[in-house]
């Protein structure tokens, strides 16, 4: 499975944005799909995960209820609305998938290549 993540951009804090990530692969179903992201400094930090299915998730403390992840199938891809920034959200954003609903980036199979999302005060 190859991933292509794109949507990021400069953005002021309290607004939104919505993260796409294309997956090549007749197999992308099969999939759980998570988004993680790494600011500069730190290491990389799950921000969401999304099953097979699209019938259960997962997300991180820190965007609970400001994030969603979704995924269309039939698209091949998968998504993150991204509500209510904060500056502290700023990072690169990175699509994975995985054959678990892992909240471990170690436990991801394929990465995308990233994209820069920054959130100005």
């Known amino acids: 499975v190859q991933l292509q993540a794109s949507g990021g951009g400069l953005v002021q804090a309290g607004g939104s944005l919505r993260l796409s990530c294309a997956a090549s692969g007749r197999t992308f179903s099969s999939y759980a799909m998570g988004w993680f992201r790494q600011a500069p400094g730190k290491e990389r930090e799950f921000v969401a995960v999304?099953?097979?299915?699209?019938?259960?998730?997962n997300y991180a403390d820190s965007v609970k209820g400001r994030f969603t992840i979704s995924r269309d199938n039939a698209k091949n891809t998968v998504y993150l609305h991204m509500n209510s920034l904060k500056p502290e959200d700023t990072a690169v954003y990175y699509c994975?998938?995985?054959?678990?609903?892992?909240?471990?980036?170690?436990?991801?199979?394929?990465w995308g290549q990233g994209t820069q999302v920054t959130v100005s005060s």
């Open positions: 994975a998938a995985s054959y678990t609903i892992a909240t471990m980036a170690g436990e991801y199979d394929y």
């Open positions: 999304i099953s097979w299915g699209a019938g259960s998730t």
